[in-house]
């Protein structure tokens, strides 16, 4: 029995172009609640731009991005878009976790009060019981040991962890990563992505960016591969990856697996 549910993330017809160079030509993209699906493909593909454009990171010159049937960043009126004020977009943008590739952590603040400040001072929860998540959230990541400590203690892969805790203690509807591993020294990746192997395993909705084929062929539901801003071949890892039907498709993972 099939039931229609609301896709979690739907890009229709999403271009973007950074002056002459056009980095989107058109990508329609669903992703379902629950799902994992990992973007494939070369540097300048337009890989990171289809995940800041789904949090208005990067506003869309043409089509539309909807979360969980929200359209991200406007409003429509008859048939036509209104951007949406900027207090409106960063609160859409709390229900969206991101996880870039450089931590971001705040270096002033320890490891707890890097996971503890967005929900407090972005959704006006209550300190204490944010803490006592907090808390909760860097004992998943195999960090509780480290709640006291400032980001320069913590080796890369430690930062990365926090960083993944400070995207969950929004209680986003959806986690964005982006290439969170390719900043990290090749020993440290495998603690980042046995996290995010747990996310994927407890139903989080995640759309990730990496050239982890590993992870992509274990965690993910589905496998996008894009090139020159289009998807030119998409579906389930084994046969993405595995099976590719497209030549550009082939010749990219030959090179990145050998």
Known sequence: MTTTTTPMVELKGVHKSFGAVQVLRGVDLTVGAGEVTVLLGPSGSGKSTVLRAINHLEKV????????GELIGYRRAGNRLHELPERLILKQRNRIGFVFQNFNLFPHMTVLENVAEAPVSAQGRDRATVRTEARELLDRVGLSDKADEYPRRLSGGQQQRVAIARALALRPALLL?????????????????????????SGTT??????????????????????????VEQGPPAQVLDDPQEPRTRAFLSAVLH
């Open 206 to 231: 995640m759309v990730v960016v990496t050239h982890e084929i590993g992870f992509a062929r274990e965690a993910a539901d589905t496998v996008v591969f894009l090139d020159e801003g289009r998807i």
């Open 61 to 68: 010159d043409r089509g539309f991005v909807r979360v969980d």
């Open 177 to 201: 990563f982006d290439e969170p591993t390719s900043a990290l020294d090749p020993e440290l990746v495998g603690e980042v992505l046995d996290v995010m192997r747990d996310l994927a395993r």
